[in-house]
């Protein structure tokens, strides 16, 4: 197991939701035809599409950046293994409901893969509930495999790295985004966080959440099953080593950005997607500008946690 106990907290920035609305509303304009932010009661997430193990996105919000990319180039470190129960104690919140974006532990699963956490953590003598996915490069076809987690597997691990939201799992007050008709070049999850960036240029922000690409298609990556036996020196190796493909919606992204690095070596957005039809991985962008439509339930972390924080580090590998 990797050192969890490597923990720096920081203290974010959290507006009024009401005054985020507006702020996100008027950077959404510039990138998409239609968008809508408002103020709304979060909506059953146990419920299709999303199935989460929880109802809600509120109670006690907070972000965590665990590992890093260092450790997965320029050589993986298939050391770095962490466990959500105790990322969830570590980030002062046992018991939490987890979702984001990471890599699953080859030791646990026998390959590298992409993983879209989705844990509600043990709590009180409860055991943990994971309806976590992951997606890995299917050797027969070399296409896309998505899997569900518990259907493998019984553990909460999870390797190298991830960009996690945590928080009680109640319904409550939530930011919802609709957007659609992309005219920008950005992608929801990046203009979202350069809205922020440029808005609240001295502070530092976060926002957690999921959305639905409801229409249209999007721009993935899948890790291959074996690391670089090669050292992965930039960006370009990055980019040929992965995997990428285009799926189609309705896919369920969960995403954590940040506006601004309060120095913490953080990586400011991350987003993994899955579906109920076998597609899965990291997103990067529709592929689909005039007919993508989006709907994202979000809401400002009161905290982020920075665990296990590499001490080599880069800026390769972060898109």
Same mark, same amino acid.
């Given at each position: 197991?990797?050192? $969890?106990?490597?923990?720096?907290?920081?203290?974010?920035?959290?507006?009024?939701?009401?005054?985020?609305?507006?702020?996100?509303?008027?950077?959404?304009?510039?990138?998409?035809?239609?968008?809508?932010?408002?103020?709304?009661?979060?909506?059953?997430?146990?419920?299709?599409?999303?199935?989460?193990?929880?109802?809600?996105?509120?109670?006690?919000?907070?972000?965590?950046?665990?590992?890093?990319?260092?450790?997965?180039?320029?050589?993986?470190?298939?050391?770095?293994?962490?466990?959500?129960?105790?990322?969830?104690?570590?980030?002062?919140?046992?018991?939490?409901?987890?979702?984001?974006?990471?890599?699953?532990?080859?030791?646990?699963?026998?390959?590298?893969?992409?993983?879209?956490?989705?844990?509600?953590?043990?709590?009180?003598?409860?055991?943990?509930?994971?309806?976590?996915?992951?997606?890995?490069?299917?050797?027969?076809?070399?296409?896309?495999?998505?899997?569900?987690?518990?259907?493998?597997?019984?553990? $909460?691990?999870?390797?190298?790295?991830?960009?996690?939201?945590?928080?009680?799992?109640?319904?409550?007050?939530?930011?919802?985004?609709?957007?659609?008709?992309?005219?920008?070049?950005?992608?929801?999850?990046?203009?979202?966080?350069?809205?922020?960036?440029?808005?609240?240029?001295?502070?530092?922000?976060?926002?957690?959440?999921?959305?639905?690409?409801?229409?249209?298609?999007?721009?993935?990556?899948?890790?291959?099953?074996?690391?670089?036996?090669?050292?992965?020196?930039?960006?370009?190796?990055?980019?040929?080593?992965?995997?990428?493909?285009?799926?189609?919606?309705?896919?369920? $992204?969960?995403?954590?950005?940040?506006?601004?690095?309060?120095?913490?070596?953080?990586?400011?957005?991350?987003?993994?997607?899955?579906?109920?039809?076998?597609?899965?991985?990291?997103?990067?962008?529709?592929?689909?500008?005039?007919?993508?439509?989006?709907?994202?339930?979000?809401?400002?972390?009161?905290?982020?946690?920075?665990?296990?924080?590499?001490?080599?580090?880069?800026?390769?590998?972060?898109?």
């Amino acid at each position: 197991m990797a050192d $969890c106990s490597k923990t720096d907290k920081f203290e974010l920035y959290v507006p009024k939701l009401e005054e985020l609305c507006e702020v996100l509303q008027d950077g959404l304009k510039k990138n998409f035809a239609d968008s809508k932010v408002s103020v709304v009661d979060c909506p059953d997430l146990s419920q299709d599409p999303f199935r989460f193990p929880v109802k809600g996105l509120c109670g006690k919000p907070r972000i965590t950046d665990v590992g890093g990319v260092p450790y997965l180039v320029p050589l993986a470190q298939p050391d770095k293994v962490y466990n959500m129960n105790t990322v969830a104690k570590e980030i002062e919140l046992p018991g939490a409901f987890i979702l984001g974006a990471g890599a699953a532990s080859s030791k646990t699963v026998g390959m590298n893969a992409e993983l879209m956490p989705l844990v509600l953590t043990e709590s009180e003598g409860k055991p943990a509930v994971n309806s976590s996915y992951f997606s890995s490069i299917n050797p027969a076809d070399g296409k896309c495999l998505q899997e569900k987690y518990s259907d493998k597997h019984s553990d $909460c691990d999870f390797g190298l790295l991830a960009n996690l939201y945590a928080c009680e799992g109640k319904p409550g007050k939530v930011i919802e985004v609709k957007a659609s008709r992309r005219t920008g070049g950005d992608s929801l999850v990046t203009c979202l966080r350069k809205t922020l960036e440029n808005h609240y240029s001295d502070k530092s922000l976060a926002l957690g959440g999921t959305f639905v690409i409801q229409k249209g298609q999007a721009k993935i990556h899948i890790m291959p099953r074996e690391f670089s036996a090669c050292p992965l020196n930039s960006n370009d190796d990055v980019n040929n080593w992965l995997k990428h493909f285009n799926v189609s919606a309705p896919l369920i $992204c969960q995403s954590v950005l940040v506006s601004r690095d309060p120095g913490l070596d953080l990586r400011v957005e991350h987003t993994h997607c899955f579906s109920h039809h076998g597609e899965g991985g990291h997103y990067y962008i529709d592929t689909t500008p005039d007919t993508v439509e989006y709907l994202g339930y979000f809401l400002p972390a009161e905290f982020i946690y920075r665990v296990d924080r590499p001490t080599t580090t880069h800026v390769i590998g972060r898109d």
